[in-house]
């Protein structure tokens, strides 16, 4: 079975703080995502990577920075964290084979900005 | 512009019966399609997918149909058990080189005793 592993279930942190939030997949996956999903408007794409130091922009990337060191590990910072990045994070993986899609997700974290 | 939503906020079902959720899709290229499954707490999980070239695909008490004339995609769960109760996203990715998919809003599923 595919797992996606993010680091923390919830985390609190005040404006002005630089965060990071970290996710590992374990099946070798190219492709990792990050989300963050809102009461209304559901998931949401922030920053998506095909490779190792490789990232492209989401729908809303503004405030949020990504690193991609190793295959397995996809890092999302928010440099300077503010209430309006209250959210929901879900980091996502995938293998494109034989023209499937299908996304893993992880347990999601909810952060919390104060 | 491009789209994936669903008819119904939230839907109540009677424990037992079958439940039909629908969602509507406004991009023709789409070409493969996936029901989601979130759980209170949890991350959305991966239940059943269909691609373009099949109407109908069918899983273990769950069948999707597709039906590309009105761009719309329905999931139905046969003999619907309190364990059912969850948001239910569809997606779709389009004909394109890359693998991003297009979340739908959701439809809460509430089983009734």
């Known amino acids: 079975d595919v797992k996606v592993t993010q680091s923390s279930r919830y985390l609190v942190k005040r404006t002005g703080e630089k965060v990071f939030l970290e996710c590992v997949q374990d099946?070798?996956?190219?492709?990792m995502f990050w989300y963050r999903q809102d009461p209304g408007l559901g998931l949401r794409l922030i920053y998506f990577?095909?490779?190792?130091?490789?990232?492209e922009k989401g729908d809303i990337p503004e405030g949020y920075s990504v690193s991609r060191e190793k295959k397995e590990r996809f890092s999302l910072i928010l440099e300077s964290a503010s209430t309006n990045q209250t959210s929901m994070y879900l980091c996502?993986?995938?293998?494109?084979?034989?023209?499937?899609?299908?996304?893993?997700f992880g347990p999601g974290t909810r952060l919390t900005v104060t | 512009g491009e789209s994936v939503g669903l008819h119904l906020p939230t839907l109540s079902v009677q424990e037992g019966d079958n439940s039909i959720i629908n969602c509507a899709y406004s991009?023709?290229?789409?070409?493969?399609f996936i029901w989601y499954k979130q759980e209170s707490g949890k991350g959305p999980q991966f239940i059943i997918d269909?691609?373009?070239?099949?109407d109908k695909r069918q899983g273990q008490r769950v069948t999707v149909l597709l039906n590309k004339t009105v761009k719309h995609l329905s999931l139905q769960i046969a003999a619907t058990q309190p364990g059912d109760s969850a948001v239910y996203f569809c997606?779709?990715?389009?004909?394109?080189?890359?693998?991003?998919?297009?979340f739908g809003k959701g439809t809460r599923l509430h089983i009734l005793p």
């Open positions: 996502a993986s995938s293998l494109s084979k034989g023209g499937r899609y299908e996304q893993y």
């Open positions: 099946m070798d996956h190219e492709n």
């Open positions: 990577s095909y490779d190792v130091k490789m990232k």
């Open positions: 991009n023709s290229a789409s070409d493969y």
């Open positions: 269909i691609r373009s070239n099949m």
């Open positions: 997606a779709e990715n389009m004909r394109r080189r890359d693998d991003k998919i297009i």
